[in-house]
């Protein structure tokens, strides 16, 4: 620039060059957010698909306190305390089938 303020040439050209390297990496800039979008929209599908898969023969229930209903027909409830899998397994055969013993 001159004393005047006025711009030369070759600032002009400098410009130039600065404003289309900045052109060039927004438009690279805008291809990765496109792709990191649909990226990110394939795995959000993706996890849907496979928490549906895993839940598909899963039971969900909320707000239920450590309480078990064991034996339906015969309206047995006990608490699930600190029993293991087979002691819980062997509870709820018995009161299902409390001849089979």
Do not use: C, H
Request: charged fraction near 30%; glycine fraction near 6%; hydrophobic fraction near 35%.
């Amino acid at each position: 620039m001159d004393a005047k303020g006025l711009a030369y040439k070759e600032d002009l050209d400098e410009l130039k060059t600065q404003f289309s390297a900045l052109q060039d990496e927004n438009m690279f800039l805008r291809a990765s957010v496109e792709y990191l979008q649909k990226r990110n929209d394939t795995l959000e599908y993706r996890m849907k698909v496979l928490e549906n898969e895993g839940r598909k023969n899963n039971l969900l229930f909320k707000d239920v306190s450590q309480t078990l209903m064991l034996g339906v027909y015969g309206g047995v409830v006990e608490t699930w305390g600190g029993d293991s899998a087979a002691q819980m397994q062997q509870k709820i055969f018995s009161s299902l089938w409390p001849d089979s013993q």
